[in-house]
């Protein structure tokens, strides 16, 4: 494709963990990128090596206020997505997913871009069905201190399918499931990177409730490869679509696989499970496998070290 051919794409909340590598992706394949972030939760630092790229603009945006740009598609990604920080301001964790959807949407709907919304598997919240299939409309609290998370992405997944309706809008949903890799945040109490650094800093390795609880953990890479593919899925399908690993992992055997790979001389304990933590969660890939002919490929191990690698190198550790 030929720069003047090239498709300009914007990415809210690219300078996040997901959003830098699906900026990193589109411009390998030769996409104009305008990413587009407040660094609430996201730093320059994850796009600093796209800096220098002409077909790269970093913009500092609010999703919460209306954007006017001319973009061809848009992958909307903006939205705090660990607990430690959709929770230290709630409200704004609910502006940012309804408010920024609408604005998005309302973008998408001015310039005809097609338009594909980062779901989460959390609308599924507390699920009495396993594995959950897309069909199923979830167990969620909605007073919890989780709900400004959980409802936020319902509500603009409802948003979504109402511009779909109203409008005719091209939308794509995809519900992703726990993802992990380089470039999360050391700190945000995610167990993957919780994990890795307490391992690498010698410390005690934190289980919230027995451990027994069981977690899917897919590799950014597979992840990213699926949203590219959704997003070039023809008008008529919408989605929502189930993104994530199939193979399941209680956090005590992710604990024990980090510990082996790091080394580490590190000690598990346990502390009380925080309210609404899901017990289980694995997604019905089936739809993934038959629409994008795609399934999450990168063993755990593999992406565990890939990832320990880089805590190593960016940390110092
Ligand atoms: N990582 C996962 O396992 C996972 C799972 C399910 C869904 N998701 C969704 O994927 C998206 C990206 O998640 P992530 O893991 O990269 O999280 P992240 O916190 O690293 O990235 C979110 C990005 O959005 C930005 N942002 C937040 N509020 C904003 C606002 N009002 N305006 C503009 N930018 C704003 C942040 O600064 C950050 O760069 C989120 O929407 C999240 O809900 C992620």
Not at 174 to 189: A, E, L
């Amino acid at each position: 494709m030929g720069y003047s051919e090239a498709r300009r794409v914007l990415v809210t909340g690219g300078a996040g963990f997901l959003g830098a590598h699906l900026c990193t992706r589109l411009l390998a394949d030769g996409c104009d990128v305008l990413c587009v972030d407040n660094f609430y939760t996201g730093s320059k630092d994850n796009v600093a090596h796209l800096l220098g790229n002409p077909r790269f603009e970093l913009m500092r945006h609010d999703v919460t206020f209306p954007l006017y740009v001319e973009v061809d598609q848009i992958y909307n990604l903006a939205c705090p997505a660990s607990p430690v920080h959709y929770q230290f301001d709630p409200v704004q964790t609910t502006k940012t997913s309804v408010h920024g959807a609408i604005n998005m949407l309302g973008l998408a709907k001015r310039v005809k871009a097609t338009i594909l919304q980062a779901s989460t598997s959390e609308v599924y919240g507390d699920p009495e069905v396993h594995p959950q299939p897309e069909s199923y409309w979830g167990r969620v609290n909605p007073i919890g201190i989780r709900s400004c998370y959980d409802e936020g992405k319902r509500c603009a997944e409802t948003l979504f399918f109402d511009y779909r309706r109203q409008h005719g809008l091209p939308i794509k949903v995809v519900r992703i499931f726990n993802t992990y890799g380089p470039r999360m945040h050391p700190n945000d109490g995610r167990v993957v990177s919780n994990f890795i650094m307490q391992a690498l800093q010698g410390h005690d390795i934190t289980i919230y409730g027995d451990g027994s609880q069981t977690r899917c953990f897919c590799y950014v890479d597979d992840l990213i490869e699926a949203m590219v593919r959704m997003m070039g899925t023809p008008d008529d399908f919408t989605g929502p679509v189930n993104i994530g690993s199939t193979s399941e992992f209680t956090v005590k055997q992710l604990a024990e696989k980090v510990i082996e790979l790091t080394a580490s001389p590190s000690k598990v304990v346990y502390r009380d499970l925080p309210s609404d933590d899901p017990i289980q969660r694995r997604p019905d890939t089936t739809l993934a496998q038959q629409t994008l002919k795609w399934e999450a490929s990168t063993p755990l191990d593999t992406g565990l070290r890939r990832t320990i690698d880089y805590f190593k190198q960016r940390y110092e550790l």
